[in-house]
């Protein structure tokens, strides 16, 4: 099979054991919440890390395509409308 389409590694180089998917993964959800307009917090990056792993383990169990999960990842966050911002305070009206 074609070495871009193969499970259970990732379709970007690996150096040596090292595996860069869960970061690939780690990006597209960080852009994803950028993209909710929801104000971004420091500790979302190591959220987002594990998030990325999990993905990753979830998406090799699976036995799906770097390919195939980034798409669809990517798919949902575009799909997903940006959250409107509610006022906090009443209006004086």
């Known amino acids: 099979m074609f070495t871009w389409l193969a499970t259970g590694h990732p379709a970007i180089p690996t150096a040596g054991d ?13 852009l994803a919440y950028r993209r909710s307009r929801l104000p971004f917090r420091a500790w979302l990056i190591p959220v987002a890390f594990v998030a990325g792993g999990l993905v990753d383990s979830m998406s090799d169990g699976l036995h799906h395509s770097t390919l195939m999960t980034a798409s669809i990842l990517t798919l949902v966050a575009i ?7 509610v006022p906090t305070r009443p209006s004086d009206v």
């Open 18 to 30: 090292f595996d860069f998917t869960p970061l690939l993964y780690m990006a597209i959800l960080l």
């Open 79 to 85: 799909l997903i409308p940006p959250s409107r911002r």
